[in-house]
């Protein structure tokens, strides 16, 4: 005697249905907790060079007591982003996994090279990370400086440049930039 096809197919639905959401849930839990500031100093080649980098900025104390952490600026808060950003950081783990920025001297090695590559991924997404805190409209362009206001109108607004055009090593040391487009 088998039970009714309909009623296996019911607890197979069921049954999936209950599955998906546990691994929906396990899955945005382990993306939120590999999204937080203390994941990423986890590892001594982040705390060691570009954290204590960060807290001589104005990203990380200021008068308005605003703080922007590692997600802030590296991560996008769109969910598709998000996800696209954490496939492309998977290259980091196995960086950590085999040592290649273990040391300060490895790390000062590849510095450069590791910037650019930020800066490439910034520029290929209009500064996205930057976007999600400053705003064009909420800039009032008044209380900047002439020379700063003069540039935001000339290449932010009309899009000839996005944020990290103009402002590398807002939040980390700048390596050597001999070679470095518009820092010569």
């Not at 590692?70 to 950590?96: F, L, Y």
């Amino acid at each position: 005697m088998s039970p009714p096809g309909y009623l296996s197919l019911a607890f197979l639905t069921l049954g999936g249905f209950v599955a998906g959401v546990i691994f929906w849930g396990a899955f945005n839990t382990a993306l939120e907790a590999t999204n937080t500031e203390q994941f990423c100093t986890s590892c001594h080649e982040m705390e060691a060079n570009v954290f204590e980098e960060l807290k001589g900025t104005i990203h990380f104390t200021n008068r308005s007591g605003v703080r922007a952490t590692c997600p802030d600026c590296h991560v996008p808060h769109e969910w598709t982003n998000k996800i696209a950003r954490k496939m492309q950081a998977s290259k980091e783990v196995w960086g950590h996994i085999f040592g290649s920025i273990d040391t300060r001297e490895k790390f000062l090695a590849l510095r450069k090279h590791l910037a650019e590559r930020e800066w490439a991924r910034m520029k290929a997404n209009d500064s996205l990370e930057c976007r999600n805190c400053h705003s064009d409209e909420s800039m009032d362009l008044t209380k900047q400086n002439p020379r700063a206001a003069s540039a935001h109108e000339r290449f932010l607004f009309t899009g000839q440049r996005t944020c990290i055009d103009c402002h590398k090593g807002i939040a980390h040391r700048l390596p050597d930039m001999s070679g470095v487009p518009g820092w010569e």
